[in-house]
Nanobody
Framework: QVQLVESGGGLVQPGGSLRLSCAAS????????MGWYRQAPGKQRELVAA???????NYAESVQGRFTISRDNAKNTVYLQMNSLKPEDTAVYYCNLKRRVGLMYDYWGQGTQVTVSS
């Protein structure tokens, strides 16, 4: 099994910054990608950013240029640096890990709240 532990959420004013961290443990071989999704009240969960084991990055258009995803393979940790935060970034942010063992398997963290408000 895979365990994902997130940290770094909180309340920040518009224009501020936050850094989310997600540490993976357990059976973490054959990782295809790690990333962050978010879900705002009344909305579907959406991809924010992802990074593959090869280092390729993918961002939602709404966060392009403001958010940066990075990964420390030695620590099995993925980070999301969020700058120039906007009220519409308010959501619960979930860490995701994808393992490819024949099929693709998804694992999720418990979620961390990010609130952007003055």
């Amino acid at each position: 099994q895979v365990q994902l532990v997130e940290s770094g959420g909180g309340l920040v004013q518009p224009g501020g910054s936050l850094r989310l961290s997600c540490a993976a443990s357990g059976t973490i071989s054959s990782i295809y990608a790690m990333g962050w999704y978010r879900q705002a009240p009344g909305k579907q969960r959406e991809l924010v950013a992802a990074i593959t084991s090869g280092g390729s990055r993918n961002y939602a258009e709404s966060v392009q240029g403001r958010f940066t995803i990075s990964r420390d393979n030695a620590k099995n940790t993925v980070y999301l640096q969020m700058n120039s935060l906007k009220p519409e970034d308010t959501a619960v942010y979930y860490c995701n890990l994808k393992r490819r063992v024949g099929l693709m398997y998804d694992y999720w963290g418990q979620g961390t709240q990010v609130t952007v408000s003055s």
